[in-house]
């Protein structure tokens, strides 16, 4: 009682465990078995030691009340904490904790009593009881190391849903049927005691009776049940998730697995992609991949979330030299992240291949991120890591290196802490070689290389050499704003409503989209996110003074966001007929800080609006929408093309050039790009981003050498640099196979 009293207390004190919900079950569900196990031992064992000669049955109501108890103490503290720091979801999150520790206790108690009544000896019979959740966390663990699975389910803790990141997670039907398996699992047991008892308590004798039959069907039950786990997704196994999505491909480096209903043209792209990460990745890392890389492409986020477990997180398990990813558009945009972990593997030492300190068994997230990030060394919103890093040390959003290079990692801003982690890494490589930086990744400490203080003082250094394009400051404020999953209240539910959000608003269900704002608004009032909706929801619906005031709301949000809030009323004011205000407010969004995607799509706005006609029509029902409800791929074929009858230019075949490329047409996309290169288009920023989807085009058609020589043109472009010399190097290797 004392320790579920310090555990409630514990867990308290953090913002994400101090409430009921997975978290804290899982907390509970780790620490409170093996207690409840001895409980059920000692209740025998007192009973024997007092000459008590109780029934079955009232030794296992006592132990099984007693670990309720044990269990109520600490689920109260949370309960009782709830008035501190809110719960969004109490009742799910008391299913959470009723179904993990709350089941796993009475099953602890019952095999506590078991071996109670079964060995004589109490410290024998209570080590027994202990070491049987203890052997079934390993038996977790190991299922954990040895399939594709990152999630587990146990008997005793309930369910481990794998992944940190993974914030929108709900209860699972999975959880229930799994625990309706652990319900015979304890009727066995229960039954099991009853027919073995005798009122002596000198030992379980030779079963009888009615409960003896009853145990056996319970236990063949849970047999058939637990043998029948890859069907009722308790776990997956790798057999199971090869023949769910039907297709194997085997390239030089890699076996890729994927949906058996892609094209053949779709297959070969993808083994092509996954042979270049990984000989990318081992040639700047320094290592030999001589092992080939198994990569998993599933359909969606709720079959990989089935199989798997980790719903929209990419997951990579180096030591099984695995990577799982769902479908994304080519090239796969995560590929290179995940792959770049399994390859790392050959420079780290442990039984999971991650850099880590004594021998590999204690992690180093920040070396094994970090790693990840700079080899592959993304380019979001035309910033490399690097640039974003000196512009969160002007913003004073950095993270301290010590946090980043140890657990603290974790605790950490995800975004904040991959690009620090990431830029710090790719200053080692630069600094130090390839050679050094894999005997820090091995070792998963920096004392090879320096004090912590120096090697901080150094990485700031080469960052204020740094050169931030205009704009840096605004959109790192807006890329970086969100709070750590262990400072946000409810994440769970504010992530399930931001997806939901996103339905509504391709629905162009404005009310639907409004209640979401505002429940996510009642959650967080800092969510800026969900405020900078709310102005476009109430501006579509008409309201437009409802929508100046949660614009003004966002007095102090970054530059971007208001931007795209002005957008949202400009949109509706298009859809309303009132061209010139919409006119006049994209003029004015242009002068801001943005991305090179919001800028290419204002200008576009922007210039029809300033050519009036029919075309105008066409590009607001593309760009905005109809009645508020975005295009399918049929309907913005169409408006395409109506633009390009209409237009001089080639803003039309541009337009109708990039829903094939989306849709993977690549050979029917080339002509259609190379004809609005030839009529010309209105911005430089269209030019550019005519000039890469034409690059890649005809690479994803087999033609290199033309590939080779747009995108050594394209390399000329500042805004195209960087992915240029990626892929000039895609072609390299293609070549060479």
């Known amino acids: 009682m004392v320790v579920g009293f310090c555990l409630g207390v514990g867990l308290s004190f953090s913002r994400l465990l101090g409430v009921q919900g997975v978290e804290s079950a899982l907390v509970l569900g780790l620490v409170l078995p093996p207690l409840c196990a001895a409980i059920g031992a000692r209740t025998v064992i007192a009973a024997r030691l007092a000459g008590e000669f109780p029934t079955a049955g009232a030794v296992l109501r006592r132990a099984t009340m007693s670990a309720i108890l044990v269990w109520l103490i600490p689920v109260t503290v949370l309960a009782v904490n709830q008035i501190r720091v809110r719960n969004c979801t109490p009742f799910e999150g008391l299913a959470f904790v009723a179904l993990g520790p709350g089941v796993g206790v009475l099953v602890a108690a019952l095999v506590g009593v078991f071996f109670g009544a079964w060995v004589r000896r109490p410290r024998r019979a209570t080590l027994l009881a202990v070491l049987v959740p203890l ?57 099991a005691i009853v027919a073995m008892w005798r009122p002596g308590l000198d030992r379980l004798g030779a079963p009888r009776g009615l409960a003896f039959p009853l145990a056996l069907v319970m236990g063949a039950a849970t047999l058939l049940a637990s043998s029948q786990g890859d069907a009722l997704g308790h776990r997956g196994r790798t057999e199971a998730i090869q023949e769910a999505l039907g297709w194997r491909g085997e390239g030089e480096r890699c076996v890729v697995f994927g949906p058996r209903e892609l094209s053949p043209e779709s297959k070969r792209r993808l083994v092509l992609d996954c042979d270049f990460r990984v000989a990318n990745a081992a040639r700047v890392l320094g290592v030999d991949q001589d092992e080939k890389v198994h990569a998993y492409f599933y359909r969606s986020v709720d079959e990989k979330r089935r199989w798997m477990g980790a719903g929209r997180t990419f ?20 590929l290179a992240h995940e792959i770049v972990h399994v390859v790392a593997g050959r420079a780290a030492e442990g039984p999971f291949q991650v850099s880590g300190s004594m021998g590999g068994w204690r992690p180093n997230p ?150 979401g704002c505002t429940e996510a608004l009642e959650i967080d009032p800092g969510d800026i996110g969900a405020r900078a909706a709310l102005v476009g929801a109430a501006a579509r619906f008409g309201a437009f003074e409802a929508a100046d005031r949660e614009l003004d709301a966002l007095e102090g949000a970054p530059p971007p966001l208001i931007a795209r809030a002005r957008e949202e009323l400009a949109d509706a004011r298009w859809l309303r007929g009132d061209r010139d205000v919409a006119r006049a407010v994209y003029a004015e969004l242009l002068e801001l800080p943005q991305s090179d995607d919001e800028a290419r799509a204002r ?106 020589q747009t995108w050594e043109r394209a390399e000329s472009r500042a805004r195209l640099r960087h992915e240029a010399s990626d892929w000039l190097l895609r072609i390299a290797h293609t070549r060479g196979l």
């Open 135 to 191: 052997l079934s966390y390993g038996f977790g663990l190991w299922a954990f190391w040895s399939t594709p699975a990152i999630f587990v389910y146990d008997h005793f803790v309930g369910w481990f849903p794998g992944s940190l990141y993974d914030e929108d997670i709900s209860l699972p039907m999975t959880f229930v049927t799994f625990r309706l398996v652990t319900l015979g699992l304890a009727l066995t047991v229960a039954f």
């Open 315 to 334: 997951i990579a398990k180096p030591w099984r030299r695995e990577v799982h990813l769902q479908l994304r558009a080519w090239p796969h945009p995560v």
């Open 366 to 515: 920040g070396l094994i991120e970090g790693v990840a990030v700079a080899i592959e060394w993304p380019e979001r919103d035309g910033m490399d890591p690097d640039q974003f890093c000196r512009a969160m040390r002007q913003l004073d959003m950095l993270p301290r290196l010590s946090d980043v290079m140890s657990l603290r990692f974790l605790t950490l801003p995800t975004r904040r802490a991959y690009a620090a982690a990431g830029s710090f890494v790719h200053w080692m490589f630069e600094a130090y070689g390839a050679e050094e930086v894999r005997r820090v990744h091995r070792a998963g400490v920096l004392d090879a290389l320096g004090s912590t203080a120096e090697l901080e003082a150094a990485w700031h250094a080469h960052l204020d050499d740094v050169e931030l394009p205009e704009g840096a400051l605004a959109l790192t404020e807006l890329r970086f704003y969100r709070a750590s999953i262990f400072q946000t209240a409810c994440p769970h539910r504010l992530a399930r409503l931001h997806q939901e959000m996103a339905f509504d608003r391709a629905a162009g269900d404005e009310r639907r989209l409004a209640l």
């Open 603 to 708: 200008e576009v706005k922007l210039d029809v609006l300033r050519a009036g006609g029919a075309q105008g029509r066409f590009v607001r029902d593309l760009l905005v929408g109809h009645r508020g409800r975005s295009p399918n791929a049929t309907v913005a074929m169409h408006l395409a093309r109506e633009i390009d009858r209409v237009r001089e230019d080639g803003l039309g075949a541009y337009l109708e050039g990039r829903q094939l490329l989306q849709s993977e047409r690549f050979d029917l996309a080339l002509p259609a790009l190379q004809r609005a290169e030839t009529r010309g288009l209105p911005t430089d920023r269209l030019q550019d981003e005519r000039l890469r989807l034409e690059a890649m085009a005809h690479f994803a058609v087999g033609d290199l050498d033309a590939a080779e």
